[in-house]
C-alpha cells in the first residue's frame, strides 16, 4: 500500500481495501480469534450469560491531549461493561473512514486503540470498514460493540436505589469535555488539562466487593449532572448533591468559569459514579481511595425520599435546583 | 418531542436525546431485552458458543428501489451470520446522524429497520447514537453487531473448499449495485430495476442439509467477482466460471453496458455464493430452486487446481481472467 491518504478504493471490497485491513488493522489488532478471511467468527463464552453493549464515537479533535478517538472508542465500550459488574472479553469494531484522511494518522489511531484493548483484557475479534467521500464524515467516526463477562453475581441496576442512599465519584469531573473543548477551540487557552479517559475496570472490579452496593455508571456525556438526572427519572426519587464535596480541578473550574459551562454536565471517560448504602459508603470510598484512579474520590450527595428533584446544596449553604440539559449544543466529546 | 429536523441537542446526552430515544428508537425496536436505561444488557446464550459479526452501512441514497439503510443494516448482519450457518439472534444498533436530518424520514427508516429485524428473527438489544454537524456526515450512518447461533455443527470456511468443487450462485448478481446507482444519479435512466437485499437465512438454512456444502458467503461489495478473487487468494486454488451460467437480468444488463460497469463486480444484498462438493451441486441448486428467492440459482463454475486465477470462460468459448478490483471508486452501495 504505498499510498498515503484514504481513497474511495479503499472502500470498494478490493485489493486497496483488503490491504488497508491486512496493514492497518490487522497489523495493530491481530490476535488468535481475528480472522478477517470469515463473515462471522465462532466464540467461546464461559457459561450461557453474556453481558452486550455498544457505543459510537465522533469525538473532535480525532487526538487530545489524555487520548485519541482510537482509545476512547475501547475505553468507552469497556467501561459500559464495567459499570455494569463484568469484564470485556470481545469487542468489534467499525470504521468510518473520510476520502482524503491521512494513513498516518490512521495508523496511529488504531495502534492507540489496540493498546487500550491490550490493557483493558478485551480482543478485537470482528470488524468493519466504510470510506465515505470528501466532506461527508468527520475525518473518522468509530462504533464498538463488546461481550462481556459478568463478574459478580450482583445485579446492579437504579431499581436497587432507595432513598438514603449516598452517592460517589471516583474523582474529579468534567476533565474530558474540558481537555476536548481546548484542543478544538482556537479559545487562546492553553493550560495542562488532561482527558480523565481511561479503563475504569480497576474502580468497578473493586466496588464489587462492598456489601450494599446498588449501581455504577460512567458520566460520559452530559456528565455528572445527567447521571443524577437519570437516577432521579428512574428511582422517582430526589437527588442532592454538596458543591463542596464535588472533586473540580481549579483549571477546569476557571476554564468553565470563562467560556459560560458548568463543569457538572461535562463528560468524563473515566469517572465511575457509585450509589451505595449509607452504611457502605465509607468502604466504598476506600476501596477508590487505595486505586490510583480513584485518589480524588468523594461521597458527594444522598438519594432523598422527595419526587424527582435533581438539588445542588452551594458551598455558602443554599440550594439550587440542578436543570436537565435542555438544547445546548454541547462540544463533540465522545 | 416537537421538532421536525434533528439537532445538535438531540445528541448531548440530555432530555432532547432522551425523547429521540423514546419516541423513534425505542418505539419501533422495543423488545423486552431492550432496556434504554442501562449501560450493558444481559443476554442468556444456548450453549457456550456464539457467532459474531459486524457491519457499516453509508449507502446513498438512503432509500431505493427494493430497500433502505434501515432494513440493509439488519440484512447485511444477518446475512454475514446467515452464511456462516448461524441464525441471529441478538444484534445492537449504532447510528450517526447529521445535524439537520428529517425526523419523518429517521422514523420511517427505523421502522424499516425494526420490520427487517422481525422478520429476521433477531431482536435489536443494544443502541447508541451520536449527532454529528451538518456537512459532518451522509444523513446517516448505521453500524450494526450481530450476535448468531451455529445451526448445524458443520464448521464452514474457504479451508474446505476443493479442487474440483462446484460454485453456485443463488439468484441473478448487480441487481443491488445497479438499483441504487439508478437511485442515486441523474442518469435520466428509468426502468424497474430493484435491489435484491433481503435477508438469505432461508437460502442457507436450507443448504445447511446438504452433505459436501463448503462454503458460503454473500456477494456484497466488489460483487460476484470479488468472492472469487477471495476464494482463489485464500485457498491457493484457481476459479473457473462459465458466462453462460450466471444469472444476470437483462435490464441490470444493458445499464451496465451503457454506464460501463461490469455486473459481476457490482454488490449484490440478499444473494448467497456457495461452494459445494461436484457430487452435491444438483441436490443443493435443487433445494435452492425450491425456495422463492432460489428460483434462478444456478451452477456457474468450479475450483480448479491451477494457481489463484479467476477465469471467465465467455460465451463464445473463449477465456478472460477477471482481475481484481483496483482504484474504481465504486458507488456507496452498502
Redesign the interface.
Known amino acids: 500500500m504505498d499510498d498515503t491518504h484514504i481513497?474511495?478504493?479503499h472502500?470498494?471490497?478490493?485489493?486497496?481495501?483488503r490491504e488497508l485491513i491486512r496493514e492497518i488493522f490487522q497489523h495493530h489488532l491481530g490476535n488468535p480469534d481475528l480472522d478477517i478471511?470469515?463473515?462471522?467468527?465462532?466464540?467461546?463464552?464461559?457459561?450461557?450469560?453474556?453481558?452486550?453493549?455498544?457505543?459510537?464515537?465522533?469525538v473532535q479533535p480525532l487526538e487530545f491531549p489524555g487520548g485519541d478517538i482510537g482509545s476512547l472508542a475501547v475505553h468507552g465500550t469497556v467501561n459500559?461493561?464495567a459499570?455494569?459488574g463484568?469484564e470485556p472479553l470481545?469487542l468489534?469494531?467499525?470504521?468510518?473512514i473520510e476520502e482524503g484522511f491521512e494513513l498516518a494518522l490512521l495508523d496511529r489511531l488504531i495502534h492507540s486503540l489496540a493498546e487500550a484493548a491490550k490493557e483493558s483484557g478485551a480482543r478485537i475479534?470482528?470488524?468493519?470498514?466504510?470510506v465515505?467521500?470528501r466532506?461527508?464524515?468527520?475525518g473518522l467516526?468509530l462504533?464498538t460493540?463488546?461481550?462481556?463477562r459478568?463478574l459478580s453475581p450482583l445485579k446492579l441496576?437504579?431499581e436497587n436505589i432507595e432513598p438514603g442512599d449516598a452517592i460517589l465519584v471516583s474523582g474529579s469531573v468534567g476533565d474530558h469535555g474540558t481537555a476536548v473543548m481546548l484542543a478544538r477551540e482556537a479559545f487562546g487557552l492553553h493550560g495542562d488539562i488532561r482527558s480523565d479517559a481511561t479503563s475504569v475496570l480497576p474502580l468497578t472490579r473493586c466496588l464489587l466487593d462492598v456489601d450494599g452496593l446498588r449501581f455504577m455508571?460512567?458520566p460520559?456525556?452530559?456528565?455528572l449532572a445527567?447521571v443524577m438526572?437519570?437516577i432521579s427519572h428512574?428511582t422517582g426519587f430526589g437527588v442532592r448533591l454538596e458543591q463542596s464535596s464535588i472533586p473540580i480541578k481549579d483549571p477546569v473550574q476557571s476554564v468553565c468559569d470563562m467560556l459560560g459551562y458548568d463543569p457538572l454536565f461535562l463528560?468524563c471517560e473515566g469517572r465511575v459514579v457509585a450509589v451505595v448504602a449509607e452504611t457502605a459508603a465509607e468502604q466504598a470510598l476506600e476501596y477508590w481511595r487505595q486505586k490510583a484512579d480513584g485518589k480524588d474520590a468523594a461521597i458527594i450527595g444522598r438519594v432523598e425520599d422527595t419526587h424527582q428533584h435533581v438539588v445542588l446544596v452551594t458551598e455558602l449553604g443554599g440550594e439550587r435546583i440542578l436543570e436537565?440539559?435542555?438544547?445546548?449544543?454541547?462540544p463533540?466529546i465522545?
Chains 1, 2 share one sequence.
Open positions: 481513497s474511495l478504493a472502500g470498494n471490497g478490493g485489493r486497496f481495501m478471511n470469515t463473515d462471522a467468527v465462532t466464540l467461546t463464552i464461559p457459561g450461557s450469560e453474556i453481558m452486550f453493549t455498544t457505543d459510537g464515537f465522533s459500559d461493561l459499570v455494569s463484568a470481545y468489534s469494531l467499525n470504521a468510518f475479534v470482528a470488524g468493519d470498514t466504510k465515505v467521500p466532506g461527508h464524515g468527520g467516526y462504533a460493540t463488546g461481550i462481556g459478568r441496576g437504579m455508571r460512567d460520559t456525556r452530559g456528565g445527567t438526572h437519570e428512574a463528560a436537565e440539559l435542555e438544547d445546548e449544543p454541547l463533540r465522545c
